[in-house]
């Protein structure tokens, strides 16, 4: 346990792994990382919470029933229109937001320093969206266990987001296809597969490519379209990433 509370230094000292790793060393990795130790913490809060007020179980059931395919479908359509909408870079207000979130992460893959959420990001949408939902089905009991699951599916986001982009390959063979589009998404064409824990979506909706030999390649799978005259004219993620090279010269 007194391994996996050192926080971040251990987990940045453990992904600099250049050859295979060990399922023992991905979780390592993952559950060292102080923001998986955050979510850990608020999910065990919830559930606590949500039993302790005695709900309708057969209502606190269904909640975790649907919540997986609530949450894919709301992850498919987060990453499709929002985080690949040019209207981010382009306002001044939610440009900073985009660069960290997404922009920065399909620049460089693999720097892992922006491979995780930010919880500032990350948990105000769960407490707003899934809190009124789960209070619809089952009160405050519900809104609780709503919390629960909204907090463990991003965990479990995170997870898939994590192996993707170390140098692991899982025994699942569902796993390493799911692996296998993600960096295709990063590397080949970002315009489909925009699934992370399911390309359920991706195939439902018309975006989903197995081989790279299915679309072209991508001139803008790096820079998301935010190059040339475009930087020039929305010139705020530009000046953010001078001022972040600025502030890591000694």
Not at 9 to 28: E, F, I, Q, V
Not at 104 to 119: A, C, M, N, R, T
Not at 139 to 151: N, R
Request: with cysteine; aromatic share 14%; net charge positive.
């Amino acid at each position: 346990m007194r391994r996996l509370l050192v926080g971040f230094r251990a987990w940045r000292d453990r992904n600099r792994l250049s050859d295979g790793m060990t399922l023992k060393d991905l979780l390592y990795a993952y559950f060292s990382y102080p923001v998986i130790q955050l979510y850990v913490v608020l999910a065990a809060v919830a559930l606590a919470v949500a039993l302790a007020l005695h709900g309708n179980w057969a209502m606190l059931a269904l909640i975790l029933i649907l919540s997986p395919l609530v949450y894919s479908l709301v992850e498919y359509f987060f990453h499709r229109y929002v985080l690949h909408n040019r209207t981010l870079y382009r306002h001044k207000a939610t440009s900073a937001f985009w660069k960290r979130v997404h922009f920065d992460h399909h620049q460089d893959p693999s720097d892992f320093s922006v491979l995780f959420g930010d919880p500032k990001t990350t948990l105000p949408p769960i407490f707003v969206i899934a809190s009124p939902l789960g209070y619809v089905f089952n009160g405050y009991a519900g809104s609780a266990m709503a919390v629960f699951c909204g907090i463990v599916l991003t965990s479990a986001y995170e997870f898939c987001h994590l192996y993707q982009h170390l140098p692991y390959e899982p025994r699942s063979a569902y796993l390493r296809r799911l692996k296998k589009r993600h960096l295709a998404h990063h590397f080949h064409n970002e315009t489909g597969n925009f699934g992370i824990t399911t390309h359920l979506w991706d195939v439902v909706f018309g975006t989903n490519y197995d081989s790279v030999r299915e679309r072209p390649r991508s001139g803008t799978v790096r820079n998301l379209g935010y190059a040339g005259e475009e930087a020039a004219r929305y010139p705020w993620v530009t000046e953010l990433g001078a001022a972040r090279s600025t502030e890591r010269t000694p």
